[in-house]
């Protein structure tokens, strides 16, 4: 398996901007996680889905976030519209069932500079 | 609530061993981890422990865990400058399956 692919590595964009963020999940994994890291916060996981269900989205900072799990192959995090704050590194993870497995796979990342 | 603090930064030299500390606050955790990130890489797991040991060794990783205190360790022998990275410790909550990290270790070998 390829491991969890992130789309696009590096983005950089103006303020106000749409982004959108793109990940694909190790084939089987049940659980998808959305982390962002950034020097002062530290790891935050911001939403994770089972089943491609939302279950916890306490983490998204507002409305200015969202996520989406069409399949069981594909998520996407959009920022709309970006602010400069934003700026961070996105990674995804995912991970089998808990009760057949725990640990999580991470992605490379994506590395957002908001201008 | 849930809570891992970790020392943010640790610098020995190389062929010494490294001693990074962590605590947490679930007492429900059932696994706790140690993750490895690379400069410009994602995180990569290097180790886990289930809570009902109290220590685990891989190779030149030893793994200690002392559940009365809440205390986690990760001791790295023979510490080469490969070693060099950022070091999470993270708890795992056993009712969400959430991962709760720390803030991440840094740790510098000097040759």
């Known amino acids: 398996d390829a491991g969890v692919i992130q789309s696009p590595r590096h983005e950089v964009t103006e303020m106000g901007q749409e982004v959108t963020l793109r990940c694909k999940p190790i084939?089987?994994?049940?659980?998808l996680f959305w982390y962002r890291q950034t020097m002062m916060r530290g790891l935050e996981l911001l939403i994770y889905?089972?089943?491609?269900?939302?279950?916890?989205d306490s983490g998204m900072p507002e409305d200015r976030f969202s996520a989406k799990m069409p399949n069981a192959s594909f998520s996407t995090l959009k920022i709309q519209p970006s602010e400069p704050r934003d700026s961070a590194v996105y990674f995804c993870?995912?991970?089998?069932?808990?009760?057949?497995?725990?640990?999580?796979?991470f992605g490379p990342g994506t590395r957002l500079t908001v201008l | 609530g849930e809570d891992v603090e970790q020392s943010l930064f640790l610098s020995v030299r190389e062929g010494d061993s490294s001693v990074i500390n962590c605590t947490y606050t679930?007492?429900?955790?059932?696994?706790l981890y140690w993750y490895k990130q690379e400069p410009g890489a994602g995180l990569q797991l290097l180790t886990y422990?289930?809570?009902?040991?109290d220590m685990k060794q891989d190779q030149r990783l030893t793994v200690l865990l002392n559940k009365k205190d809440k205390h986690l360790s990760l001791r790295i022998a023979d510490t080469q400058t490969g070693d060099s990275a950022i070091y999470f410790c993270?708890?795992?909550?056993?009712?969400?399956?959430?991962?709760?990290f720390g803030q991440g270790t840094t740790l510098q070998v000097k040759p």
């Open positions: 679930d007492s429900s955790s059932t696994y």
């Open positions: 889905f089972n089943n491609n269900v939302p279950i916890d």
């Open positions: 993870a995912s991970s089998l069932s808990r009760d057949r497995g725990h640990e999580q796979f």
């Open positions: 422990i289930f809570s009902n040991m």
């Open positions: 993270a708890e795992r909550n056993s009712n969400t399956g959430k991962l709760i």
């Open positions: 084939s089987g994994h049940d659980y």
